[in-house]
T-cell receptor, first 112, second 111 residues
Framework: DAGVTQSPTHLIKTRGQQVTLRCSPK?????VSWYQQALGQGPQFIFQ???????QRGNFPDRFSGHQFPNYSSELNVNALLLGDSALYLC???????????FGSGTRLTVV | GNSVTQMEGPVTLSEEAFLTINCTYT??????LFWYVQYPGEGLQLLLK?????DKGSNKGFEATYRKETTSFHLEKGSVQVSDSAVYFC??????????FGTGTRLQVFP
C-alpha cells in the first residue's frame, strides 16, 4: 500500500516564476493538508482540502493556492516566487482528526 | 506564538543511554498529541500519539504520556540506538483538524 506520494522530489526555480507541486494521498484518506518546512524549523500549516474545497488556511499570502481533485489528489501552486519560498513542502493526508496525518517525503523547492 | 514548545537540541547521547525530549503545549481542552520523526532527507513519520489525558503512546521502544496537569507530552526511550538519530517533532491537533508543530529536537546517538 503506497503512502503519500509527492512529485517532484526536488525543484529549482527562479524568482518571479510559478511552481506546481503534486500530492497523491494514502489510499482511503480524503483530507489533504500542505505544510511548509523551512530549514531547521518545524512545519507550518499552509492549507487543508476536503471534498475538493479549501477548508482552512494558515497565515500564507494569496500567492499560495491549491486544488483537490475528485480522486483526493491535490496540487499546491505558488506564484511570483520569492527567495524566502525556498523550503521543503510537505503533503499530509488523513482519514480523520484523531487518526493523525501521514506525510509524504516532500518536495524540496529552491528559489534562486 | 507557537503553542508547542520543545527542548532545544541537539541532544547528544551514547548508544544505550536513556532519552528524554521535553514537550509542553498550550491549548483549550484536551487536544490529540503526536510525536513525529524526520530522518535526514525525508518527510515526517508518525512515531506515536495520544488522544486523551493520561493515555500513553508507544512505538519502537519510544513512549510518551499525555499529562494534562503539566500540559506535557515528553518523549522517552530507555536505550537509544545509533539508528534513532533524527529530528523529533512534537505536535498537537487543533479543534479544526490542523497540526501545530514544535521547532524540532535533533538527536545524535554515537556508538
Amino acid at each position: 500500500d503506497a503512502g503519500v506520494t509527492q512529485s517532484p522530489t526536488h525543484l529549482i526555480k527562479t524568482r518571479g516564476q510559478q511552481v506546481t507541486l503534486r500530492c497523491s494521498p494514502k489510499s482511503g484518506h480524503d483530507t489533504v493538508s500542505w505544510y511548509q518546512q523551512a530549514l531547521g524549523q518545524g512545519p507550518q500549516f499552509i492549507f487543508q482540502y476536503y471534498e475538493e474545497e479549501e477548508r482552512q488556511r494558515g497565515n500564507f499570502p494569496d500567492r499560495f493556492s491549491g486544488h483537490q481533485f475528485p480522486n483526493y489528489s491535490s496540487e499546491l501552486n505558488v506564484n511570483a516566487l520569492l527567495l524566502g519560498d525556498s523550503a521543503l513542502y510537505l503533503c499530509a493526508s488523513s482519514s480523520g482528526p484523531t487518526a493523525g496525518y501521514t506525510f509524504g517525503s516532500g518536495t524540496r523547492l529552491t528559489v534562486v | 506564538g507557537n503553542s508547542v514548545t520543545q527542548m532545544e537540541g541537539p541532544v547528544t547521547l551514547s548508544e544505550e543511554a536513556f532519552l528524554t525530549i521535553n514537550c509542553t503545549y498550550t491549548a483549550t481542552g484536551y487536544p490529540s498529541l503526536f510525536w513525529y520523526v524526520q530522518y535526514p532527507g525525508e518527510g515526517l513519520q508518525l512515531l506515536l500519539k495520544a488522544t486523551k489525558a493520561d493515555d500513553k503512546g508507544s512505538n519502537k521502544g519510544f513512549e510518551a504520556t499525555y499529562r494534562k496537569e503539566t500540559t506535557s507530552f515528553h518523549l522517552e526511550k530507555g536505550s537509544v540506538q545509533v539508528s534513532d538519530s533524527a529530528v523529533y517533532f512534537c505536535a498537537r491537533m487543533t479543534n479544526t483538524d490542523k497540526l501545530i508543530f514544535g521547532t524540532g529536537t535533533r538527536l545524535q546517538v554515537f556508538p
